[in-house]
């Protein structure tokens, strides 16, 4: 079983538990899906020269243990009219950290929440329609019963994108 670090406010575990071990041929397939995500079965199957049921069980059994997340498209806040993005981190009172990723849930501009260890207790990632929106998002997330303190940092510039397609690389 691996263990990777993520947030879970229903239980406020920061531990998420998964049965996925990456082999070679998962990771054929991995690295295809990630070179076009809108590859179908068949088009994995042929891309990495896979049987089309072998590409479909690998698949099944990578999404039932976690190993891949959502099949959503990544849609850009910019396009929905928030161009501004930035990262707010937070030192909240520990005690009322189930409270506060509850509440932070219930604000659309908060993309993703982040427990963090050291010293800044979450990484909240939200987006903004301008500087007047990002100055009441950043003061709604203060409002939060329990949150202690913020600190907002302004994305300038995106250099690198999400991306997994390299942690493949030399394998399979």
Request: net charge negative.
């Amino acid at each position: 079983m691996l263990i990777s670090a993520q947030f879970d406010p229903e239980g406020v575990s920061v531990m998420r538990k998964t049965d996925a071990r990456i082999d070679d041929i998962d990771a054929r397939i991995l690295r295809a899906l990630s070179a076009d995500p809108r590859a179908t079965v068949v088009g994995l199957a042929e891309a990495t020269g896979l049987a089309r049921n072998t590409v479909h069980a690998r698949l099944a059994r990578l999404e039932a243990e976690g190993a891949l997340r959502s099949f959503e498209r990544r849609i850009d806040p910019a396009a929905l009219g928030f161009p501004l993005t930035g990262y707010i981190m937070v030192v909240v009172t520990q005690r009322k950290l189930a409270g506060i990723a509850e509440a932070l849930a219930e604000v659309p501009e908060v993309l993703e929440v982040h427990g963090l260890s050291g010293v800044t207790d979450l990484l909240v990632h939200i987006v903004a329609r301008d500087t007047d929106d990002l100055y009441r998002v950043a003061g709604r997330i203060l409002d939060i019963d329990g949150v202690e303190k913020t600190t907002t940092s302004l994305v300038m510039r995106s250099l690198v994108d999400y991306r997994v397609g390299p942690l493949l690389n030399g394998r399979g």
